[in-house]
């Protein structure tokens, strides 16, 4: 069974990751940020908070293929990004995830509802896909499976959303501004990326002519 991405993350959230979007290693408050906002940070309902309309969540399964084709590029994509904020405001409800070797196979994220499934979840499962590596639900549990096989992380979890009720956190202002200036370092790290690539490139040019140039004055002497 696979982990999700960050270790002990509801305790320990302060683990060094990498920024898909930039190399450099975060910062452990950049990373807890990254966790508590974003796509995915939301709380699912509880025994506490349940509602006719959305029953409580009580666990979460997702089975996905090693390797991103075949449809399985979203899946791993949402294993990454939005499932780690899921457990981080979710800490109670058990997330598991299974990576197999079956590209051909489905990605499917299975939601285990209390007593019974949502309307919504009703209507959105998928009645042709099953999942063999999803644990089996209990007696007061109802299960339902979104395929999502060729879709973006992002429509999997506007998926998800309609399915369980889920209410997004929002960012506070302070969390707003400690957003914009890590975009801003990220594009000023692109620029210096790109700047540092040109210089190099000129420099290989550079060489490149000059060995150019001492080939012809090579020929020249031996005519």
């Given at each position: 069974?696979?982990?999700?991405?960050?270790?002990?993350?509801?305790?320990?959230?302060?683990?060094?990751?990498?920024?898909?979007?930039?190399?450099?290693?975060?910062?452990?408050?950049?990373?807890?940020?990254?966790?508590?906002?974003?796509?995915?940070?939301?709380?699912?309902?509880?025994?506490?908070?349940?509602?006719?309309?959305?029953?409580?969540?009580?666990?979460?399964?997702?089975?996905?293929?090693?390797?991103?084709?075949?449809?399985?590029?979203?899946?791993?994509?949402?294993?990454?990004?939005?499932?780690?904020?899921?457990?981080?405001?979710?800490?109670?409800?058990?997330?598991?995830?299974?990576?197999?070797?079956?590209?051909?196979?489905?990605?499917?994220?299975?939601?285990?509802?209390?007593?019974?499934?949502?309307?919504?979840?009703?209507?959105?499962?998928?009645?042709?896909?099953?999942?063999?590596?999803?644990?089996?639900?209990?007696?007061?549990?109802?299960?339902?499976?979104?395929?999502?096989?060729?879709?973006?992380?992002?429509?999997?979890?506007?998926?998800?959303?309609?399915?369980?009720?889920?209410?997004?956190?929002?960012?506070?202002?302070?969390?707003?501004?400690?957003?914009?200036?890590?975009?801003?370092?990220?594009?000023?790290?692109?620029?210096?990326?790109?700047?540092?690539?040109?210089?190099?490139?000129?420099?290989?040019?550079?060489e490149r002519m000059l060995q150019e140039a001492r080939g012809e004055v090579e020929?020249?002497?031996?005519?």
């Amino acid at each position: 069974m696979l982990s999700l991405p960050y270790r002990n993350q509801s305790t320990n959230p302060t683990v060094h990751r990498r920024n898909p979007s930039n190399p450099t290693l975060l910062t452990p408050h950049s990373q807890l940020l990254n966790i508590q906002v974003g796509t995915g940070a939301a709380t699912l309902p509880t025994v506490a908070n349940a509602s006719k309309e959305f029953p409580a969540i009580t666990r979460l399964h997702l089975t996905y293929a090693r390797k991103i084709y075949g449809g399985h590029q979203g899946a791993r994509h949402f294993w990454r990004n939005c499932l780690p904020r899921l457990k981080y405001h979710n800490p109670a409800i058990p997330m598991t995830v299974r990576q197999t070797e079956e590209q051909e196979g489905p990605a499917a994220l299975t939601i285990y509802f209390a007593e019974r499934a949502s309307n919504a979840a009703s209507l959105l499962s998928a009645k042709d896909v099953t999942d063999k590596h999803a644990p089996a639900p209990g007696e007061a549990e109802q299960t339902a499976v979104l395929d999502v096989k060729n879709l973006d992380y992002k429509d999997i979890w506007a998926k998800v959303k309609n399915m369980t009720g889920a209410q997004e956190i929002q960012p506070t202002p302070e969390q707003e501004s400690e957003l914009q200036k890590l975009e801003q370092m990220r594009q000023q790290s692109d620029k210096d990326r790109a700047r540092i690539a040109a210089i190099r490139q000129a420099k290989a040019d550079q060489e490149r002519m000059l060995q150019e140039a001492r080939g012809e004055v090579e020929k020249l002497r031996q005519l």
